[in-house]
Structure formats: C-alpha cells, structure tokens
C-alpha cells in the first residue's frame, strides 16, 4: 500500500518538535520499514477479523439482554393468580 500525503500549510517552530502529534504522525509515514506498520500489514485481517468476532458477540449478547428485558415486562411476575373465582365473587384473606 502506497500513501501520498501533501500538507500545505504553516507550522510554527513550537508545533514542529518532536513529541507534537504531527510529527509523530508524520515519521511514522515517513519510515516505509518501521516495525509496528510491517507487523500490523502482515497480521491486519487477524486483527480485523478478531475484531469483528468480538463486535458480534457483543451484539448479540446485547440483544439477548433486550429480549430477556422485553419478555419480563410483557410477563411480570409479581402477579396474583386465582386459581378459581369465589362463587361470591368476594376475596377473602386467611390471617395465618
């Protein structure tokens, strides 16, 4: 891969020294053999794929996170069922 990068524009001498991000920026550009750029080249789809793979597990664990939150209040379970109606139609409440 082959980059041309032209900036035309005035840099004061303060924002050229060495620890300024664009001349970090630009010697890592600048060195066509730096380590870390030749490692990240070779291993670039592993590092994408693995990437990808942990967006979806995300994903999905996410969205089951959802559904189970959907299905609890579409069911709450704090509700009292009668198992017959009093032929009164009256509830009663034992004390025990």
């Known amino acids: 891969?082959?980059?041309?990068?032209?900036?035309?524009?005035?840099?004061?001498?303060?924002?050229?020294?060495?620890?300024?991000?664009?001349?970090?920026?630009l010697k890592i550009l600048g060195k066509s053999d730096d380590a870390q750029v030749k490692w990240y080249m070779e291993n670039r789809d592993r590092i994408l794929a693995e990437e990808k793979a942990k967006r979806a597990s995300y994903a999905r664990e996410q969205y089951q996170k959802r559904q189970s939150k959907k299905k609890e209040e579409a069911?709450?379970?704090?509700?009292?069922?009668?198992?017959?109606m009093p032929p009164d139609n009256i509830l009663r409440f034992d004390n025990v």
């Open 75 to 84: 069911n709450p379970v704090n509700q009292v069922v009668m198992p017959t």
């Open 1 to 25: 891969m082959r980059i041309t990068v032209t900036i035309d524009a005035e840099i004061d001498d303060k924002d050229a020294t060495n620890k300024s991000p664009l001349m970090k920026i």
